[in-house]
């Protein structure tokens, strides 16, 4: 029989997702005739257009194997792995070996030139050849590092139970493959690392409820500003970089010095972020703001340009480009943060209870943002594998002034909401001696492309008489 006898050739290209979790199949094209066969192995934007995750190839490997019968594994690895065959045929077995609901699972499969598969770091792969002289190719994103873990299963486990298509006592097999332990002794490959910056602010003390087994880092632990800190970790160890750190005091950031701590945390070290990422194929989260724009356009869409007032917009802004660098990044502008700790609401309820009226702008419009309902769309993003960019994150709701959130504060509060006099900014401002930065008018955020990845903003109104109670 001829070796292109049992190549489906013409097939278009296309993707299947199977039972464990970024474990993909592909179609792909194969054009021949009686001189041979030709294929794109890999494209890598075609790939990407039908869900391959761009997960930056970094080694290309190559197995040749004599005979029928030849039978690897089941090894899994710190690396994700794109798997196709040059010559021949195997029948492939994939074990789900990451700790979570689906470790232990098993897909199976036969794979030709016609046929690639995608394996996710953590799960176990293993082939034996069904034909002589089959050639099996593998990309992987990763190097060999001295920390790497690895997990290994036996190849005849029971509890797997694979149907090999060759009895294993008939295969070809190492001897260190056989040694590999039983299902009940082996060690699950844990997640790789999340690292968070901003540890003790209003965002990162949110994520600490969600991502418990993260590290958390502030400025006395971990300067992200100063390119000397990164060198004592191995980065390919962490998956996710959270930025929950800023420079926020608008005003300061107008003096002199000021301006340079603005543009230290807010530009500079968000550029070392991005580089880590970028060099270690890990997601970047990078935290925005409205103040990155003038204020002059009302919903502020994810594609606006920049057109920051002062300093501090300017900062946020150059950091956002500084994000957008890295390959897997998710930027979520935001604005009008409530968490724990300082915030507007907090002092407006703390005015309240001491019978202080306070004057309050009304010429400043958006929706209050809650950490809670922020650190959860960052897990959405992550969960629902949605594609990387920038995404507006806000409460939901009617668009008010700052002097209609402190009423409503007041109001939820057991206190007279007439008790808050609106003025303008240029009023609020006008017997302040210090320096006053520029403030967007309009902050309020387009949600629409947030909502079509299957996320529901809470009403801003709903949020804050939780946060209250």
Same mark, same amino acid.
């Given at each position: 029989?001829?070796?292109?006898?049992?190549?489906?050739?013409?097939?278009?290209?296309?993707?299947?997702?199977?039972?464990?979790?970024?474990?993909?199949?592909?179609?792909?094209?194969?054009?021949?005739?009686?001189?041979?066969?030709? +294929?794109?192995?890999?494209?890598?934007?075609?790939?990407? $257009?039908?869900?391959?995750?761009? @997960?930056?190839?970094?080694?290309?490997?190559?197995?040749?194997?004599?005979?029928?019968?030849?039978?690897?594994?089941?090894?899994?690895?710190?690396?994700?792995?794109?798997?196709?065959?040059?010559?021949?045929?195997?029948? =492939?077995?994939?074990?789900?070996?990451?700790?979570?609901?689906? @470790?232990?699972?098993?897909?199976?499969?036969?794979?030709?030139?016609?046929?690639?598969?995608? =394996?996710?770091?953590?799960?176990? !792969?293993?082939? #034996?050849?069904?034909?002589?002289?089959?050639?099996?190719?593998?990309?992987? !994103?990763?190097?060999? @590092?001295?920390?790497?873990? *690895?997990?290994?299963?036996?190849?005849?486990?029971?509890?797997?139970?694979?149907?090999?298509?060759?009895?294993?006592?008939?295969?070809?097999?190492?001897?260190?493959? +056989?040694?590999?332990?039983? @299902?009940?002794?082996?060690?699950?490959?844990?997640?790789?690392?999340?690292?968070?910056?901003?540890?003790?602010? #209003? %965002?990162?003390?949110? %994520?600490?409820?969600?991502?418990?087994?993260?590290? *958390?880092?502030?400025?006395?632990?971990?300067?992200?500003?100063?390119?000397?800190?990164?060198?004592?970790?191995?980065?390919?160890?962490?998956?996710?970089?959270? $930025?929950?750190?800023? *420079?926020?005091?608008?005003?300061?950031?107008?003096?002199?010095?000021?301006?340079?701590?603005?543009?230290?945390a807010n530009a500079n070290a968000v550029q070392l972020l991005a580089r880590i990422a970028s060099d270690n194929n890990i997601t970047l989260v990078h935290i925005s703001s409205d103040y990155v724009f003038d204020g002059t356009i009302s919903p502020h869409t994810e594609t606006e340009l920049f057109t920051p007032l002062g300093i501090y917009g300017q900062s946020k802004a150059a950091g956002d480009l500084a994000a957008a660098t890295a390959p897997r990044h998710y930027i979520i502008r935001t604005s009008w943060v409530i968490g724990e700790g300082k915030n507007f609401v907090a002092t407006m309820r703390n005015l309240a209870n001491n019978e202080v009226d306070p004057q309050v702008v009304n010429d400043q419009f958006g929706r209050l943002t809650f950490t809670t309902d922020l650190a959860a769309a960052i897990k959405h993003l992550f969960d629902t594998d949605q594609a990387y960019g920038t995404y507006n994150f806000t409460g939901d709701g009617d668009v008010v002034s700052w002097a209609d959130v402190a009423k409503e504060v007041y109001q939820l509060s057991g206190h007279k909401p007439s008790r808050v006099t609106p003025v303008s900014t240029e009023d609020y401002y006008a017997d302040n001696e210090g320096t006053v930065a520029p403030r967007p008018r309009q902050s309020a955020m387009a949600l629409d492309k947030i909502k079509a990845t299957g996320l529901k903003p809470r009403d801003w109104r709903i949020a804050l008489k939780e946060y209250l109670g």
């Open positions: 029989m001829a070796r292109n006898d049992s190549i489906e050739f013409g097939k278009p290209l296309k993707s299947h997702k199977t039972d464990i979790p970024g474990l993909l199949i592909f179609d792909i094209p194969v054009h021949g005739d009686n001189r041979g066969w030709f +294929k794109e192995n890999w494209q890598r934007e075609k790939k990407l $257009n039908i869900g391959l995750p761009d @997960f930056g190839p970094v080694q290309n490997n190559i197995s040749y194997n004599l005979k029928r019968g030849t039978t690897r594994g089941i090894h899994a690895e710190p690396w994700d792995k794109f798997i196709s065959i040059a010559s021949g045929s195997v029948f =492939v077995a994939i074990v789900d070996l990451r700790e979570g609901p689906t @470790f232990g699972h098993v897909e199976t499969f036969t794979l030709d030139p016609s046929k690639a598969i995608f =394996v996710p770091w953590g799960c176990g !792969n293993s082939f #034996q050849t069904l034909e002589d002289d089959t050639v099996y190719t593998y990309l992987v !994103n990763d190097h060999w @590092f001295p920390e790497a873990q *690895y997990t290994f299963l036996n190849l005849g486990d029971p509890s797997v139970n694979i149907q090999w298509p060759i009895p294993l006592e008939d295969a070809e097999v190492s001897e260190k493959d +056989k040694q590999h332990p039983y @299902f009940e002794d082996v060690v699950p490959m844990k997640p790789r690392k999340i690292f968070i910056a901003g540890a003790n602010g #209003q %965002l990162g003390l949110a %994520l600490r409820k969600l991502y418990p087994e993260a590290e *958390y880092v502030d400025r006395d632990t971990f300067d992200i500003s100063d390119p000397a800190a990164y060198a004592g970790r191995n980065w390919r160890l962490y998956d996710i970089i959270i $930025n929950a750190a800023a *420079y926020t005091a608008v005003d300061v950031a107008e003096t002199e010095n000021g301006r340079r701590d603005a543009w230290q």
